[in-house]
């Protein structure tokens, strides 16, 4: 069974900066592409970065592009989130997700498997 759990969420400060981290079991990590969406409340699952299953490929949503950074380790199964200079606008639940094919899709209908998700809260 895939498991996706996803940790370092909380609250932050206006302007500073967090990791959220994600370890996958259950499959192959090393094969697929992975990536992050957020929810905020009253509005849709939205796309935010994704790495291609080498790393050598990302996509951002033009609203984190220069100051979120998606990484992953495959030795260890996780994908991490940097994200710095946060705003208000980020408060939302994170979700880790993992496709079935290799490229940093930003397409949800491409994501397989989710995770339960972190709360981030900026505060002003």
């Known amino acids: 069974q895939v498991q996706l759990v996803e940790s370092g969420g909380g609250l932050v400060q206006a302007g500073a900066s967090m990791r959220l981290s994600c370890v996958v079991s259950?499959?192959?990590?090393?094969?697929?592409?992975m990536g992050w969406f957020r929810q905020a409340p009253g509005k849709e699952r939205e796309f935010v970065a994704a790495?291609?299953?080498?790393?050598?490929?990302?996509n951002y949503a033009d609203s984190v592009k220069g100051r979120f950074t998606i990484s992953r380790d495959n030795a260890k199964s996780t994908v991490y989130l940097q994200m710095n200079s946060v705003n208000s606008e980020d408060t939302a639940v994170y979700y880790c997700?993992?496709?079935?094919?290799?490229?940093?899709?930003?397409?949800?209908?491409?994501?397989?498997?989710w995770g339960q998700g972190t709360q981030v809260t900026v505060s002003s």
């Open positions: 259950g499959r192959t990590f090393r094969n697929y592409a």
């Open positions: 790495i291609s299953w080498s790393g050598g490929m990302t």
């Open positions: 997700a993992a496709t079935g094919q290799f490229t940093a899709t930003v397409q949800k209908a491409d994501y397989r498997n």
